[in-house]
């Protein structure tokens, strides 16, 4: 039997911004990443997310991030390793707290935006963000790009790791994420990426941008909510994978 977690950035909106269909696509994911005000959300969306999850019986994992709120976490900062550690310290510490006022649990920490992709490489980035999450709480697990510095780190500090693959990002020969600064980063057919994630999956491999076939580790698959046509992709994704024979259900579960 094959399992697989499917987790979606979630909790993305900002007062009376609103960002991805947290709504519409909870019900279809397992796993869901909370943003912790750094890059985005604020105190009440934060809690409004943790209880729409609640309803659903998803999984809850901080989504943690550089303070930066214009570039929604998206540009990298001159961060220190202590000023890295603290951070997410005190974001997963906000959401471990509103997860506590609901009598639900915390799963896991996923890093966002630059400093996913920093940690990625970094083996100083990586430690401290798997330092910060053993210091609060042994029992997170950290969410890591497959088969990359991020997994060494984890496995380094002794905190518990998942590996992940993303369902609509495109990869390099190398297994990284390609740049979004890049054409063909994100990739919106439906039909090719439900097919790329039972590849992923099933076969444990994907073709890269320049057509290589690259191995893949994977035990949960990111699925991102605020693209065009999201809830129709993971839907779809959803849909695949179940008439394939794969159970859907959260890594920590």
């Not at 409004?48 to 994992?61: H, Q």
């Not at 006022?101 to 920490?109: I, W």
């Not at 997170?140 to 790791?161: D, I, P």
Request: proline fraction near 3%.
């Amino acid at each position: 039997m094959i399992n697989i977690d499917l987790n979606c950035d979630m909790g993305e909106s900002f007062g009376v911004y609103t960002l991805g269909c947290d709504a519409e696509a909870m019900p279809y994911v397992t796993s869901i990443n909370v943003a912790c005000g750094f890059h985005a959300s604020d105190p009440a969306t934060m809690l409004k997310t943790v209880r729409l999850a609640k309803k659903y019986g998803v999984a809850i994992g901080a989504h943690p991030s550089f303070p930066d709120l214009v570039g929604f976490g998206r540009r990298m900062m001159a961060a220190t390793k202590e000023e890295i550690f603290a951070d997410v310290v005190y974001q997963i510490g906000a959401l471990w707290a509103m997860c506590k006022s609901e009598g639900v649990k915390l799963q896991h920490v996923k890093v966002h935006g630059a400093m996913y992709n920093a940690a990625e490489k970094d083996m100083g980035i990586a430690t401290a963000i798997a330092e910060a999450i053993k210091a609060v709480d042994p029992d997170l697990y950290m969410v890591c790009l497959g088969k990359s510095v991020m997994v060494e780190a984890a496995k380094a500090v002794g905190v518990k790791f998942v590996e992940e693959a993303f369902a609509d990002r495109a990869y390099t020969a190398q297994g990284n994420l390609v740049s979004r600064k890049q054409a063909g980063a994100v990739i919106h057919d439906l039909n090719i990426i439900a097919e790329r994630v039972l590849t992923m999956v099933k076969d444990k491999q994907v073709t890269s941008i320049d057509g290589a076939v690259v191995p893949i580790s994977a035990q949960t698959v990111c699925v991102h909510g605020d693209t065009p046509g999201a809830v129709a992709m993971i839907k779809a994704i959803r849909t695949a994978l179940e008439e394939n024979g794969v159970t859907l259900k959260a890594f920590g579960a």
